[in-house]
């Protein structure tokens, strides 16, 4: 079947006692057993739970897995792959990525006394120069998060298993719209389902799928012992917008690109970070790799200050202030104060994260709506320019 139709079939199959088409919801926690010391296929909702399962058969057969799990939030989902490892393991990440991820890599990690290094993983000399003896996992975002940076998922995958590592790789920005990770050789692919899976800013959960079957059973160990599982209705209602998955991110896709052309013609606007942009530096890798789309996600830098770009966030209509992405809404943000505010300064700024940046989920508004909107901004914190 295509993806599509995967995505409204595979694990949302019909109720077999009532017939309705959409399976219900199983908000209990509790399972009666067969008998004392046996076990039917659930038990407790920590250990599984039949509403989130439908959903991880979902996500499996749409990423090519052989197995999923639904995690409370894309953060918790994360941590998850990092207790693979133990005292004086490395982790290798990159160095366009989310926030959160820095903050656990860096200011938590260490407490178990694991290391994090971050490199541009657009430098695959870079990363080939960065791996040591000791290094377990490399973690990856394609596109990057906030300056939409493209990483061959292919070639880290070669890089990764030839030094002895795994291979994880954030797909939430591109969705497995746009990439699936494991069929290029990635181990494990992580979202924030928060974003474009549930699509409508109402759930918060996180997923990992995977493609070998005892990998699958070492993160399900970790997850069960640990505890931090998707709840039922979460899981209810990212089913429900996986469904639209496709529909949604194509046409965020389209429009994403016309506001990209439209920022990189502005006299106001220094600098586009798009990859469907054809003078973007990794616009050739992302055509091959991203298949019919270059995502909904832009930032762009303005040619003014901190406080200018502050005025341009806080004077959008239609884009709404916030942090978090991919949702049928359009949001605005600046990083240096929002998403990315974890970072060491200093980090920050030497990898590129600069205090004028602005980043944009583009939602499901009219793209002239949208277009409007950014132009009125842009009057407001650049007056006279």
Same mark, same amino acid.
């Given at each position: ?77 994360? #941590?998850?792959? !990092?207790?693979? /490892? &133990?005292?004086?393991?490395?982790? +290798?990440? %990159? @160095?366009? =990525? ?92 992580? #979202?924030?389902? !928060?974003?474009? /899976? &549930?699509?409508?800013?109402?759930? +918060?959960? %996180? @997923?990992? =799928? ?176």
């Amino acid at each position: 079947m295509h993806f599509r139709t995967r995505a409204i079939h595979v694990g949302q199959e019909r109720d077999p006692q009532t017939g309705a088409v959409v399976p219900p919801i199983h908000l209990a926690s509790t399972f009666v057993q067969p008998g004392a010391g046996q076990w039917g296929e659930f038990d407790y909702t920590r250990s599984g739970n039949p509403t989130r399962k439908a959903l991880q058969t979902t996500l499996a057969s749409l990423e090519g897995g052989s197995g999923a799990l639904c995690f409370s939030s894309g953060m918790a989902a994360t #941590h998850c792959v !990092t207790m693979l /490892l &133990g005292s004086g393991d490395h982790i +290798l990440a %990159g @160095a366009d =990525i989310y926030g959160g991820t820095y903050r656990l890599l860096h200011k938590v990690l260490h407490r178990a006394g694991i290391e994090a290094t971050l490199v541009a993983t657009t430098d695959l000399a870079a990363v080939e120069a960065a791996f040591r003896p000791r290094t377990r996992l490399l973690w990856i975002e394609s596109p990057g998060n906030p300056l939409l940076s493209i990483t061959d998922i292919a070639a880290c995958a070669e890089l990764a298993h030839r030094h002895g590592a795994l291979l994880g790789v954030d797909n939430t920005l591109a969705t497995p719209v746009l990439t699936r990770p494991l069929e290029l050789g990635a181990d494990i692919v992580m #979202h924030s389902a !928060t974003k474009y /899976l &549930g699509g409508h800013s109402d759930l +918060l959960g %996180g @997923a990992l =799928i995977v493609r070998d079957p005892d990998l699958f059973k070492r993160l399900y160990f970790l997850q069960n012992a640990t505890g931090a599982v998707m709840g039922p209705l979460e899981s209810f209602l990212c089913s429900r917008g996986i469904k639209t998955l496709e529909l949604r991110v194509r046409e965020q896709c389209r429009t994403a690109a016309r506001l990209a052309e439209f920022l990189a013609r502005d006299r106001r606007v220094a600098r586009v970070f798009y990859p469907g942009l054809a003078d973007h530096p990794g616009h050739d890798l992302a055509a091959r790799q991203m298949q019919g789309g270059f995502g909904a996600m832009l930032s762009f830098e303005i040619a003014g200050d901190l406080a200018a770009a502050k005025r341009l966030v806080e004077s959008t209509r239609l884009f709404q202030l916030a942090v978090s992405l991919g949702a049928v809404e359009s949001l605005i943000e600046q990083p240096a104060l929002m998403s990315h505010a974890s970072y060491d300064r200093a980090d920050r700024l030497a990898h590129g994260i600069r205090d004028g940046l602005v980043r944009l989920s583009v939602g499901l508004e009219a793209e002239e709506d949208l277009r409007a909107d950014l132009e009125q901004a842009l009057d407001q914190a650049m007056p006279g320019m």
